[in-house]
C-alpha cells in the first residue's frame, strides 16, 4: 500500500452552535485521486479550509505525510509541496500570466530555474499566445487554467482543489481534466466538486459529505447508484 | 518590470545630472534641497504603498523620527557620519516592530492606517510635552514644542569642521535621492520586489504558494521608514532645526497626497508629486489670497475625480498612444506567437 499523503482524525469545525464539519475521519494516499461531494453546506469546503490552514479545527488534527500541520498557517502548508486551489480564482489581475506563473515557481527555484519551470508550465497549458498579457482581460476558464498552472509549478505531491470546473466550458472542463490526470501522475489530489458530470468524467473514489460527517467512500459508479446518498445529494425521496 | 536594469541606471543618472545643471538656474538651490528631500519622503510611502499595498497613514512619524535621531544623535557625538546613520536605522527598527506587531497580528488595512495614525499622534504629544529640563537624552535637550535647534550639521565624513551647506549640500540631497531611487529599481527587480508586488494584488494566493507574507510585508515597511528616516535626517540638516511639526497628521496626509496625485505604482510619482506640490505650496505661501491647504485639497479632489491614476501614469499613457509600439491585441499575439513557432519547426 502507497503512503499515506493526508489523515484527518475526529476533525471538528464549529461556528458558534453550527457544527460545519463533525468528526471527521478521512486519509488519502499517495496518487490517488478523490473526489469530495456533497449538498450545500455539507461541510466540504469547512473541511477543505481546515486542511489548508485557512482556518483552525477547533477538534481534531490533520496530518501530512505524518506531520501534524492541525494549528499551521497557509504559507507552511504550501512550502511542504502542497498545491491549493481555492474556491474563487485566488490569482494576481494585474499581473501577466508568466509573472502569475513564476512568482509560484520561485518559492521552490531558485531565479533561472523559476524562468525554466515557468516557460516549460505556459508551453504544456498552451498560454504561449498569452504569455505576456494581463490576467485580469483573460476568459474565466483561461484563468482558472493560469491557476492551475501556478499550482502545478511547485512540483506538489498533494493538491488539493476547490471546484476546479465551476463556471467553466465543457471543452475548458474537458483540458482541466487532462491536466488533473496529468498532475495525479506525480501527486495525490483531492478535489471538491459539485458537477457531477465532471467527476464522472475522471471516473474516481468519491467520498460523501452529508451535514458535516462522511456519509460514504466508493467509487463514483456506487456511489451514484447508491439510494441513500441520491437521497440526500439529488434531493430525491429514497 | 519592463527594461533592462542597466538602461534604467543610465537612464536615472543622465536625467539626475541634467536636472542637477538646469534645476538651480530656475529655482534658488536653498528651495530646491527641501523640494528634493519631500521627494525622497514622498517615494518612502510610494514604495511600500505603491508597491507592498500597505497604506500607512503616519509615513511623518518615521520621517520625524529620522529628524529627531539625527538632531540627538549630532549633538551627543559632534561628528555628522554616525548620526546619519543612526537617523536611517532607528526608524527602520522602530517601524520593523511596530509592523511585525500589525501584521503578525493579522490586522487589515483600515486598522493598519488606524494604528499607524495613532502611533504618528502618540509621537507628535508626547515630544510636544517634552518642554521640561528632565526631558534629556545624552546631553542633548528635547525642548517640547521649541524644538531641538544648534546641532551639528551635515560635515565631510571624519572632519567635523568641513561643514557641507548651499549649494554644496543641494548637490548631495540630489545624489542621495537619486542613489534611493536606484536602490528601490533594484529592489522591486529582484524576487523580494516581485513578490511584494505579487502580495499587494493578493495576499491570499501568494501564502497559499508558500511565502510567508507577514514577514516579508515587515521588511518592506521598515525598508520604506529607513527611506523615511533619512529623509528626515536631511530635512533636519536643511532646516537646522527639529520640531514636532515634522510628527504632524498634516504632514501625514500631504505624503499621502503626493502619492495619489503623482501616480501611484510607479516610482517617479510620488517624488514629482512632491516636489511639484511642495512647490506649489511653496509659491502659494508668498500671497494671502486664498489659503493653502483650500488649494491643497482641491487639487487632490480634482485628482481623485478626473485623473485617479495620477500623473506619470496619464502621461506614460500619452506617450504610448503617440509614440510608442502600440500594445499588440491578443489576436496579433497569438498569430505573432504562431509563426514563431512555425519558424523554430
Redesign the interface.
Known sequence: MAEIVLETQGLTMRFGGVVAANNVDFKLRARELRCLIGPNGAGKSTFFKCV?GLQTPTEGQVFMRGEETTTW???QI??LGVG?K?QTP??????TVF?NI???A???HD?AEANRKTDEAIERLAL???A??DLG?LAHGERQRVELG?VAV?DPWLVLLDEPAAGMSAEDVERMTTIIHELNKTAAIVIVEHDMQFIRSIATQVTVFHQGSVLMEDHVDKVMSDPMVRNVYLGKKA | MPGSLQKDVLIAVVVTALLIWLMPLLIGTYTLTVLVIYGMLGLSLGLIWGFGGILCFGQAAFFGLGAYTYAIAAINIGESTLPMILAVLVPAVFAALLGAMMFYGRLTDVYLGVITLVVTLILFKFINSTAGPQYVIGTARLGGFNGIPGFQTLNVPGDPEAYIWGDAYFYVCAIALALVYLLVSVLLRS?FG??A??IR??E??????????RARKTVLFAVGAAIAGLAGALFANWGEIVTPNLFSLGQSAEIIIWCIVGGLGTRLGPILGAAGLAYLKFLLGQQSLVDNTLITGLILVLFVLFLPRGVVPALAGLWRISFGRRPLG?IH??RR??RR?RGHG
Open positions: 489548508t498557517m497557509p504559507h504550501a512550502s491549493i481555492t485566488n490569482v494576481m489581475d494585474s499581473l509573472e513564476w512568482l509560484a520561485r518559492r521552490f531565479v504561449g499566445g498569452i505576456r498579457s482581460q501556478l511547485g | 524576487s516581485r513578490i508586488v505579487g494584488e493578493n491570499t494566493r501568494l501564502s497559499l504558494m508558500g511565502y510567508d507574507v491578443r499575439q497569438a506567437h504562431r513557432e
